[in-house]
């Protein structure tokens, strides 16, 4: 075992950014699998008595994409505001729109280049890394009221 001085342990805190009602998880990965939850009041999350280290922050909420941040902690404690985003909501405004509608086509037809997690928010059917046409239509179907995404 090695023995961390108590003095060296920090603080993460940060902000939670999404939509609608109801409450977000957050949770602490050691790279050891080590998991701690954080504790989460008025859109902000906070984990105390955190020892040095990297560590991978989990954001999940109900009918939004999880989002997964990378977190060092050193000498000094940790302000990290995080975000995640609906399903659909490719462009992260908070609202599924004809312009994410139109983004996830665009990259469905290599016309765009999306990052990992707005890939991700775009696909919706299969969840196999790809936006297709498909994917585009069902953000597009909800837009209009045909059939919800959630």
Not at 109 to 134: K, S
Request: charged share 15%; with cysteine.
């Amino acid at each position: 075992c090695t023995y961390i001085d108590p003095a060296a342990f920090r603080r993460i805190s940060g902000a939670i950014a999404s939509v609608g009602s109801g409450t977000a998880s957050v949770r602490l990965i050691s790279s050891q699998g080590l998991s701690f939850d954080a504790v989460v009041e008025n859109d902000s999350y906070l984990l105390d008595n955190v020892s040095p280290g990297t560590y991978s922050l989990v954001v999940e909420k109900l009918r939004h994409v999880a989002r997964t941040y990378t977190v060092t902690v050193t000498d000094t404690d940790v302000t990290l505001d995080v975000a995640i985003c609906l399903y659909g909501d490719v462009n992260g405004d908070g609202i599924v729109s004809t312009i994410d509608a139109a983004m996830a086509n665009a990259c469905a037809r290599q016309l765009l280049t999306l990052t990992d997690y707005q890939t991700a928010c775009a696909d919706l059917i299969g969840g196999d890394g790809r936006v297709t046409t498909a994917d585009a239509a069902c953000i597009n179907s909800h837009v209009r009221g045909i059939d919800q995404l959630w």
